[in-house]
């Protein structure tokens, strides 16, 4: 049977609100009531609550992110999976906890403060950042810490992003460097900053490298990679290399077309589990520091600590998916 406050009180002959006293640090308790009040914490090895305590200092330790998917897709997303991983790395280390929801509705900004009403929710975690988000323009009107995972224009707030940009010209500089000539880019949703950073690397890698890249948008979706490969082979399949905005997009990718025989050099993007099992080459934007560093940021916002946006750094894991072309075709 756990000890709860009340009985560390009557042990003490003390009230409930001396050992809140002492277990928050007071000096309003004497020396010789906070020693015999810690000898009983101590003898029962008691330990608070965390979130009560938290409550009645009017913060609670639990921090809040909000999905904007399907419930199963959030299950599903291996991105969401490595991402929720390093943010609760980081709270569990602290003693803090997360909150995850989802709403698919058009009401948002309703929705978050209906969330800060509650006072439930110390801050938020932001994903899926578009321009002109009005999630950013409404936690800033309110002053409530929020975090942005990801860039856009304005970056009015604290931000964690991965160097999208290096990444995808990494991607092409690879596919050029075994001997890609036409290279397809299927990217992801239309207009969104994290689409606009990866074309723009493209565009670079495919300018400074001089080599052909055409670009279709494939919204993140492997259902849609497969409409718009159908498409392109009814007009005559003739790209030599293929880079997907996802591991997935990548995986529907490499299984449609092994289907009529074709065999590409394919990369991804995200390095998921499943890309090491296929052996994809993709673009590894170290999701879980991603997620760590931003429970963190959010933790020291709260707390009233100095942050600073970070961006972390991208790398290209090059498995058989394009090295088994390199040593096959182009020695």
Known sequence: ?????????????V??????????GSDKVSLETRQKVMKVIEKYNYKPDKIATSLRRKKTGIYGIIFSVKGGRVLEDTYSTKFLKGVLNY???????????????????EYYNSVIQSKIIDGFILLDLRKNDERVQF????K??????????????????????????MAIKHLKEIKCKKILYISGNRGIPVSEQRLRGVESASKDLNVQVDVVFGDFDEEKTVEILKA???????????FCASDTMAYAAIKFLKRFGIEVPIIGYDNIPLSEVIGLTTVDQNIIKIGYSAAESLDKLVNGEEVVSLVVPSKLVKRSSTLNFSKK???
């Open 15 to 24: 009230s409930v609100a001396t050992v809140s006293r002492v277990l928050n």
């Open 1 to 13: 049977m756990s000890i709860k406050i009340k009985d560390i009180a009557e042990k003490a002959n």
């Open 144 to 169: 409530f810490p929020f975090v942005v995972i990801g860039r856009n224009d304005e970056n009015d707030f604290i931000y964690v992003d991965s160097d999208n940009v290096s990444g995808s010209y």
């Open 91 to 109: 709270l569990s280390q602290k003693g803090l906890k997360l909150i995850v929801d989802i709403h698919e509705s058009s009401d948002i900004v």
């Open 232 to 242: 392109l082979l009814k007009k005559g399949f003739d790209y030599d290399g293929i």
């Open 329 to 331: 075709y182009f020695k």
């Open 139 to 142: 936690l800033n009107q309110e």
